[in-house]
């Protein structure tokens, strides 16, 4: 199967797609189900951008690292470049999560 | 942060919908999103990140303890990558950073 095939069967899916959800399976209106959408990732952000990780259970755990800077290279040029501090977000999936990636596995 | 905290949050920064839809709604959204992404949906949150499924091949692993060879079948882990806005703005409090972007 393609690469395009796999696409079409599998789409991206997106904030708009959960809202749909939310206004089927709660009973929200579309503003309500937009509203609930956006505060939940802002939320979460937000907490993020104060230093604080997130944990919700059944979904995984967003954390903070930091990273010294580090030599690195311009892939298109090739020219060294150094790579600042910085601070990155990671996402470790909780095992629930992980256990449904092995039911598509089969 | 978690869940509880998450609710109280989202119940104070709007006044229409009552804590029962707030959490209800949670539960939903990350429901959602796990489905999607183990039935090998990608899931794309503009400015949050994306979450989507690697491919890693089969390969020779050892336990570590003791040091014998296992075979690692081929599996899909789950991977998220920050957007964009998330990435600048968890590096606004570090004013020393400049925002050398790396895919990763």
Redesign the interface.
């Known amino acids: 199967m393609s690469r395009n095939d796999e696409y079409n069967k599998h789409p991206s899916r997106t904030r708009a797609d959960i809202a749909q959800s939310l206004i089927k399976d709660i009973g929200l209106n579309g503003r309500e189900a937009k509203e609930m959408v956006d505060l939940f990732f802002q939320e979460i952000s937000d907490a993020l951008v104060s230093q604080r990780s997130v944990k919700l259970s059944g979904f995984g755990r967003f954390n903070l690292r930091d990273k010294n800077c580090r030599p690195g290279r311009n892939p298109k040029t090739g020219e060294s470049v150094v790579i600042k501090e910085r601070r990155v977000v990671t996402f470790n999936a909780s095992e629930r999560f992980k256990k449904r990636i092995n039911i598509y596995q089969k | 942060?978690?869940?509880s905290e998450?609710i109280a949050?989202?119940v104070t920064?709007?006044r229409?919908?009552p804590q029962r839809?707030?959490s209800?709604?949670?539960n939903?959204?990350?429901?959602?999103?796990?489905?999607?992404?183990?039935?090998?949906?990608?899931?794309?949150?503009?400015?949050?990140?994306t979450?989507s499924?690697h491919y890693q091949l089969p390969k020779k692993g050892r336990n570590p303890r003791t040091g014998e060879t296992v075979d690692l079948v081929?599996?899909?882990?789950?991977h998220?990558k920050?957007g964009k806005?998330?990435?600048e703005?968890?590096?606004?409090?570090?004013p020393?950073?400049?925002?050398?972007s790396?895919n990763y």
């Open positions: 942060m978690t869940r998450l949050r989202m920064k709007q229409y919908i839809d707030v209800l709604s949670i939903k959204i990350i429901e959602f999103i796990v489905e999607s992404v183990s039935s090998g949906h990608r899931f794309e949150i503009r400015g949050f990140g979450f499924l081929e599996r899909y882990t789950i998220f920050p806005e998330l990435r703005q968890v590096n606004r409090n570090k020393s950073v400049s925002n050398v790396t």
